[in-house]
C-alpha cells in the first residue's frame, strides 16, 4: 500500500489567519502530522509560504480542503516522499 | 460546541470584529445613555408629563434608538465587508465566498449590527427601569426621575472607566470626563428649560 510520508507545498495565503494558525490547522488534521511553514515572499494583502508536512500517512485532500477554507491556495506540490509498504494491522 | 467556538473566533480575529464591535457598543451606548439622559431631565424640569407619558416616550426613544443602530450598522458594515473581500479576491485571483472570510464577510456585519443597536437599547432600558418601578412600588414621579438620572450617570461613568481601560489611562480621571459630559448635558438642558 502507498503511503505519503512527505509533501512540500506552495501556497498563497492572506495575511490572516497567520503562519501559525495555518499550520495548527494543517496538524490538526492527523495525529502524527508534522508541520513547518516557511513564508517566502510577503505582498500588501497576501504572503507565499513554503509548507512542509511529514507524516506516515499524509491525507492529501484533507490538507488540501483545510487550505482552501482557509482562504489560501494551492499553488503546486514541490516536493513528495512516498512509499509503498504493508497496511498497519 | 468547542469546534463552533473555535470557528467563530477565527471568523472574529480575520476581520477585526473586537475592535469595532466595541467601538461601536461604546459609541452607540453612550449615545443612548445621554439620549435617555436628556428626556429624563427634560421631564424632570418640566414637571408636567405623567409617568405613563414619560414611560411611552422613553421607550419609543430606545426602541428607535435599537433599530437606527441594527439596520445602519448592518448596511455599512456588510458594505465594508464585501469591499475588503472583494479587494483581497482580487490579491488572491480566487472566489472566497467559500473560505472562511467569505464566511466572516456574511457573518461580521449581523454580528456588529446587533451589538450596535442592542447596545443602546438595554442601556436605555436600564435608565427608564425605575420609571416603570414607580409603577409597581408607590414612590413620587420625581424621585423616580432623580434615581433614573442617577442610574443614567453610573452608566455613563462607567462607559468612561471602560474607554479608560481600552486606551490604558487612569479609570478614574476617564470616568470623571464622561461624567462631565452628562453633567455638561443637564446643565444646559436646565439652562434652555427655565
Known amino acids: 500500500m502507498v503511503f505519503v510520508k512527505k509533501l512540500k507545498l506552495d501556497v498563497l495565503k492572506p495575511h490572516v489567519p497567520n503562519a501559525l494558525e495555518l499550520a495548527r490547522a494543517i496538524a490538526d488534521q492527523g495525529h502524527d502530522y508534522r508541520v513547518s511553514i516557511v513564508v517566502m515572499e510577503v505582498d500588501e494583502k497576501t504572503e507565499t509560504v513554503e509548507i512542509l508536512i511529514e507524516s506516515e500517512d499524509i491525507q492529501f485532500e484533507n490538507v488540501a480542503d483545510i487550505i482552501r477554507s482557509l482562504g489560501a491556495s494551492l499553488h503546486s506540490i514541490d516536493e513528495i516522499q512516498v512509499a509503498n509498504q504493508p497496511a498497519p494491522d | ?135 409597581i412600588v408607590p414612590i413620587v414621579p420625581a424621585l423616580a426621575l432623580q434615581i433614573a438620572i442617577a442610574v443614567a450617570f453610573v452608566i455613563i461613568f462607567m462607559f468612561g472607566m471602560l474607554l479608560g481601560k481600552v486606551s490604558e489611562t487612569f479609570w478614574l480621571l476617564s470616568g470623571l470626563r464622561t461624567l462631565c459630559i452628562g453633567a455638561v448635558t443637564c446643565l444646559i438642558i436646565f439652562l434652555v428649560s427655565v
Not at chain 2, 464585501?82 to 457573518?107: F, V, W, Y
Open chain 2, 1 to 135: 460546541m468547542m469546534e463552533i467556538l473555535r470557528q467563530l473566533q477565527l471568523l472574529v480575529r480575520i476581520t477585526r470584529t473586537r475592535n469595532i464591535a466595541r467601538r461601536y457598543f461604546v459609541v452607540n451606548g453612550f449615545d443612548g445613555a445621554l439620549t435617555m439622559l436628556g428626556m429624563i431631565m427634560g421631564f424632570y424640569v418640566s414637571e408636567a408629563a405623567t409617568i405613563d407619558v414619560m414611560i411611552s416616550a422613553c421607550l419609543g426613544a430606545a426602541i428607535a434608538l435599537g433599530m437606527s443602530g441594527i439596520s445602519s450598522a448592518y448596511v455599512s458594515e456588510a458594505a465594508e465587508r464585501r469591499q475588503e473581500l472583494r479587494e483581497l479576491e482580487t490579491a488572491m485571483i480566487r472566489d472566497l465566498g467559500d473560505a472562511a472570510h467569505g464566511r466572516a464577510a456574511r457573518l461580521v456585519p449581523l454580528i456588529i449590527a446587533l451589538v450596535n443597536g442592542l447596545s443602546p437599547l438595554l442601556i436605555a432600558l436600564a435608565i427608564i427601569a425605575p420609571l416603570w418601578l414607580s409603577a
